[in-house]
């Protein structure tokens, strides 16, 4: 059984039809009930349940995962997936922004995991949570939802480390451009979709299921040595700065095939 926060749209439902493809029952916990049909029609089948809560409010998170417990079974998978964006540079950004950022996408992991770990303490279990290519190189004029990123990374780290004697493994996947509903009035844009493209070195932007595939590994058997791990997903985008460095030279070797 598994809990996916965030896991109405986007990456995160990506993430939560993929465990259901697997056979799993998946708790959903978000601020709004799903308008996707999909999961709806999951909501009916009796696979995905959804809770509406604030990531951010330790009562609510207490009652949420209380109820998962007796209503679809013993938690075995936690993907802390919820999160937000405050754009604004650090000179202007609004102290009240910077706590809201934080509070979602760093503390809110940090109280799920806490409680999730008082039961997969007793089974073992795994935690994935989605950190971001941003947690690992600077974004301007995003510092906020960089430095919380960044924190997510050590974070996972650290309760790799701390609850690895429960046989809890804690890693983390870095997104890099993935085309979802929160940048497709952006990557809409032949214009802007080419130019972002034209970045990657696999000169294609990213899907949400390209995620799903890689968390559904980290929680599988087939990772149970892996803990402690941030996995970069980003088409090669981030190892692939040094090229858009203009004047370098290109390596002959590069076309010897």
């Not at 910077?98 to 770990?117: E, P, T, Y």
């Not at 309760?159 to 046989?167: G, I, P, S």
Request: charged share 25%.
């Amino acid at each position: 059984m598994a809990v996916v926060t965030g896991g109405r749209r986007g990456i995160g439902q990506a993430i939560v039809e993929r465990f259901v493809r697997e056979g799993a029952r998946v708790g959903v916990f978000c601020r709004k009930k799903a308008s996707d049909e999909t999961l709806q029609q999951l909501e009916k089948q009796g696979t995905v349940f959804f809770y509406q809560v604030d990531v951010t409010d330790r009562v609510m998170l207490e009652e949420a995962f209380a109820r998962v417990n007796k209503e679809i079974g013993e938690l075995d998978i936690l993907v802390n997936n919820a999160g937000i964006t405050m754009p604004g540079r650090l000179e202007s950004l609004k102290e009240d922004q910077w706590d809201r950022v934080i509070d979602v996408n760093l503390k809110g992991i940090f109280l799920c995991s806490q409680i999730a770990v008082k039961t997969l303490k007793n089974k073992g279990g795994s935690i994935v949570n989605i950190s971001s290519m941003s947690g690992m190189e600077p974004y301007e004029g995003m510092g906020a939802y960089s430095s919380s990123k960044a924190g997510v990374i050590m974070l996972t780290r650290q309760m790799a480390l701390e609850w690895a004697q429960f046989n809890v493994r804690v890693n983390a996947v870095c997104p890099g451009i993935i085309r979802t509903p929160l940048n497709e009035y952006l990557i809409a844009d032949p214009e802007i979709h080419a130019a972002r493209a034209a970045l990657i070195p696999m000169k294609r932007i990213g899907k949400p299921t390209e995620i799903a595939n890689v968390v559904a590994f980290l929680v599988s058997e087939e990772a149970s040595y892996i803990t402690g791990q941030a996995v970069l997903v980003d088409g090669g985008l981030l190892g692939s700065i040094q090229s858009h460095i203009k004047g370098r030279p290109v390596s002959k070797a590069k076309n010897s095939c």
